[in-house]
């Protein structure tokens, strides 16, 4: 598939809002359209200020998913240590999915990782559910780490994934 992976431009921020958005209800992972967090899903424009914001785009230019990377110092990372990066919110439409969109936009933060000075690890938090998602992580090299796991809100578990940057061929 000709896919193209750069910095979302703001007259993207609300498409991929909405695949964000989308995604996360469609998959079951909210609860339904009243889910608070669906502001912070919707909220490109502020992630994008605060963090870096990727979009996967196909031959036509169509935004087919995106990532939030965080490098240290950025607000929007919930589980990185001083020498770690994190992504979170990564999303793929309907369209995109079944076609390496999503390991697309995981290997592009993995690059980001590597270039960013004094990162040594990229992490990630993860609903048990996602498994397509887990699949991608551990075909890249990124391993559990149970230690980490963690309620943002009460009963809503996350799972947590760690590459070591020096680890990855």
């Given at each position: 598939?000709?896919?193209?992976?750069?910095?979302?431009?703001?007259?993207?921020?609300?498409?991929?809002?909405?695949?964000?958005?989308?995604?996360?209800?469609?998959?079951?992972?909210?609860?339904?359209?009243?889910?608070?967090?669906?502001?912070?899903?919707?909220?490109?424009?502020q992630?994008?200020?605060?963090?870096?914001?990727?979009?996967?785009?196909?031959?036509?230019?169509?935004?087919?998913?995106?990532?939030?990377?965080?490098?240290?110092?950025?607000?929007?990372?919930?589980?990185?240590?001083?020498?770690?990066?994190?992504?979170?919110?990564?999303?793929?439409?309907?369209?995109?999915?079944?076609?390496?969109?999503?390991?697309?936009?995981?290997?592009?933060?993995?690059?980001?990782?590597?270039?960013?000075?004094?990162?040594?690890?990229?992490?990630l938090?993860?609903?048990?559910?996602?498994?397509?998602?887990?699949?991608?992580?551990?075909?890249?090299?990124?391993?559990?780490?149970?230690?980490?796991?963690?309620?943002?809100?009460?009963?809503?578990?996350?799972?947590?994934?760690?590459?070591l940057?020096?680890?990855?061929?």
């Amino acid at each position: 598939m000709d896919l193209t992976i750069r910095v979302a431009e703001p007259a993207e921020y609300g498409v991929l809002g909405g695949i964000v958005a989308e995604a996360y209800l469609g998959d079951g992972l909210l609860d339904g359209p009243q889910d608070p967090y669906l502001v912070k899903l919707r909220a490109v424009e502020q992630r994008a200020a605060e963090a870096e914001v990727l979009v996967a785009l196909d031959a036509d230019g169509a935004v087919l998913g995106g990532v939030t990377y965080a490098a240290p110092g950025t607000p929007w990372r919930d589980i990185a240590g001083p020498d770690e990066a994190e992504f979170r919110m990564l999303a793929v439409a309907r369209a995109g999915r079944g076609r390496g969109v999503g390991e697309a936009l995981v290997r592009a933060c993995v690059e980001r990782a590597r270039s960013t000075e004094g990162v040594r690890a990229l992490v990630l938090s993860t609903q048990p559910g996602m498994l397509s998602a887990h699949r991608i992580y551990r075909r890249l090299g990124f391993l559990r780490t149970p230690d980490r796991d963690w309620e943002p809100v009460p009963g809503l578990r996350l799972m947590t994934f760690r590459l070591l940057l020096e680890a990855v061929s």
